[in-house]
């Protein structure tokens, strides 16, 4: 079954953004809700493709659970099913859903590369690097980085594009100590994750991390993490260097968007179940191989 929006009764909606939508429970804790919600070109789709938030859930619980002795994250530990009080209500957020601490969002997005792709490779080839970092001459598109790069970038409102900016960028909306922090927790992040991930198989060529602070001035990994909503992965058997690898993300989806002759502007055409449903089994092939856990996923 898909989700493409939640309509819970037993809690006031904060916030419906691209993929989650966000509850009240209490003055301490929000319910984030991962629908199956897909945005492509910065156009929300009209169709979900299924199971998707179930995916981006159990994922991101995994790497939550295993990168927790790195950084602190937002969940609470509470039961979401918990804090409804309809059995409609939970139906719809089963597997769904985390209850969270209530932090105040950091204004940057953390994103950390591995392998010159995606906006990095169009940096390179116009400026010699992303974010102001300058990369050593003649590298090739997919090739491995000499080492991690962090690279933040603004938080767009709806519908605008973020944008990549320095870490001295960064510095002036943070300050020293904070940037310092983000910086270090994102690049020990993503090692561990694309070491685990070097043992199953795939690449990370990168991916983005979201921060959050609590009263105390403490930072916590916030969001969702590591999931092919906000990674590139690569299968490490199909990896070569100087041509882009086939990803485990919603690539299909834009292939298909950039043929249909749509203009990218709202609305978005409809898209085909051939095409939700290709999608849906490159996200489960990611969950499966990262976790181990399958989900039944089914189009209607």
Known sequence: MSLYES???????????????IYAVNEQHLLIVQTDRLSAFDVILPTAVPDKGRVLTTLSNFWFD???HIISNHLSGIVPESVVKTDADRLQISGRAFVVKRLQPLPIEAIVRGYLAGSAWKDYQK?????????????????????ALFTPSTKAAA??????????QAVKLLGVARANEVRAASLALYTEAAEYAK???LIIADTKFEFGLDAAGKLYLIDEALTPDSSRFWPADQYQIGSSPPSFDKQ?????????GWNKQAPAPELPNAVL???ADKYQEALY???GQQLVSVVH
């Open 7 to 21: 309509n819970l009764t037993s809690l006031p909606l904060l916030h419906r953004g691209k993929v989650r939508d």
């Open 66 to 68: 295993k990168l927790q």
């Open 127 to 147: 400026t010699g690097g992303p974010c102001g970092v300058t990369l050593p001459a003649g590298m090739q598109q997919a090739q491995k980085l000499p080492h």
């Open 159 to 168: 519908g605008a594009h973020d944008e990549n900016i320095s870490f001295e």
């Open 199 to 201: 043992t199953k198989g």
């Open 252 to 260: 299909i989806v834009r292939d298909w968007l950039e043929k249909s």
């Open 277 to 279: 449903q290709k999608t």
């Open 289 to 291: 191989r990262l976790t």
